[in-house]
């Protein structure tokens, strides 16, 4: 399938008629960050030497990899484009589970997986890239006509995961702060308002780019939730700000560097900022998504579903059905699980989704994914490759193409 579309003139202003649009911290859509020296970028924080390009190494010469061949019209500027449902898998789920579940979707109309990798796990010494997780996984998706996504996160509800450890010193304004989450626990996200985490960020998802770019079944890469949480140590305006400014020049930079690889950024809180992420998304053509699917809560009807209808068609959708979304309606609120089936109508229907990200969950007192297989087995679900999803390429891109299956 290829899809040829004209460029157009995007209408900025929309946003500011809905009243979401961002205050402060320099976060606005005529952001040149494309193009920033992130090698001589001085800190914010620290007057230490910033840090300075390095070699690169991925650690996988001797991983087998699947290169594929792209067609030859999918040059820069061409979109590989597999819309469709895909099945998420934590970062620490095991090969054998992912090899297990690949195996059994083999024959159903799901189009691919989604493995979520921790910058640390992809970074574990400075320098020292290591992307065999990701190359054994989209090399087994590709051997089962599946594609593949990257999740990558650099915020976790758990302490001491996300960060490589190198981070962790002053040149890097301490690398990561600490937040409270919902269910009294200590999680922590990378300290993004620092320019060297910031280069040092670019540089991994440059190398990711140079290696995955141009594989026909490296669908896309996805970047983890904007939530900024509530920090235990307290952070000043000038770094909150100063964190949107960069996460939106790391947007931009990670579309030009991906230039025929759908880049996905997870949209959720704090409002006052999303305007002018989402401005920013709409005129790099980076894709929205939002972590989490449900189908009755406020604040997501209020602060972040809305866009969707503004964004539709114009840049790639993809919302991700979180393992909290298969037993709560909404966030915080009681075990009310809702059908499956409402889930996938609701992600398909109300949030216009290209892409669907179910997340494996197989829990013993509640079996979301025999849940979500039933469904994807049943008589009814939609026989065409995206299941039912809107395949129209986006209007951002000046074309896409479907390598098959």
């Known amino acids: 399938m290829k899809t040829l579309i004209s460029h157009w003139t995007l209408v900025l202003g929309l946003l500011a008629a809905l009243g979401l649009n961002a205050c402060g911290g320099g976060d606005t859509a005529a952001d040149t960050s494309a193009s920033l020296p992130l090698e001589t970028s001085t800190s914010k924080t620290t007057n230490e030497k910033p840090a300075q390009m390095p070699t690169y ?50 024959k159903l109309p799901f189009k691919g997986i989604v493995v979520r990798a921790f910058w640390k796990q992809l970074e574990p010494r400075k320098d020292a890239y290591n992307f065999k997780r990701i190359d054994r996984h989209l090399n087994l998706a590709a051997a089962n006509g599946k594609r593949f996504f990257l999740l990558l996160t650099t ?4 302490t001491g995961v996300v960060a490589p450890d190198y981070l962790r010193a002053p040149l890097f304004d301490g690398g990561v702060y600490q937040y409270k989450s919902s269910k009294d626990t200590l999680g922590e996200n990378i300290a993004l308002w620092d320019d060297n985490v910031r280069n040092r960020l670019a540089l991994l998802i440059k190398a990711l780019a140079r290696r995955y770019d141009g594989n026909p079944y490296f669908e896309g890469i996805i970047l983890n939730e904007t939530a900024f949480g509530q920090p235990v140590s307290e952070v000043s305006d000038e770094n909150r700000a100063a964190y949107y400014s960069n996460l939106l020049q790391i947007d931009s930079l990670a579309r030009a560097a991906f230039t025929r690889t759908v880049v996905i950024q997870f949209i959720n809180f704090p409002p006052q900022r999303t305007g ?14 939002s972590p989490d699917v449900f189908l009755a809560d406020e604040d997501h009807e209020k602060y972040v579903y809305p866009y969707t209808d503004l964004v539709q068609r114009r840049i790639p959708i993809g919302m991700q059905v979180e393992s909290d979304s298969y037993i709560h309606r909404c966030a915080g609120c009681a075990f009310d699980p809702p059908p499956v089936k409402d889930l996938y109508t609701f992600a398909r229907d109300r949030l216009h989704s290209n892409y669907i990200f ?16 039933a469904l994807f087995r049943s008589a009814g679900f939609p026989s065409d490759p995206a299941g039912g999803l809107a395949t129209a390429c986006p209007r951002r891109y000046a074309a896409c193409v479907s390598n098959g299956h």
Do not use: C
């Open 276 to 289: 002018a992420l989402v401005d920013n998304m709409l005129n790099k053509g980076v894709g929205f998504g």
């Open 57 to 106: 190494s991925t650690g996988t010469s001797e991983q087998p990899f699947h290169t594929g061949t792209l067609q030859p019209e999918a040059a820069a500027g061409t979109m590989k484009w597999n819309p469709g449902h895909y099945v998420t898998f934590s970062s620490d789920t095991t090969d054998d589970e992912i090899d297990a579940r690949l195996d059994e979707i083999r």
């Open 155 to 158: 915020r976790n509800f758990r």
């Open 358 to 373: 179910w997340q494996y969950v197989q829990e013993p007192w509640y079996d979301a994914w025999t849940k979500v297989k």
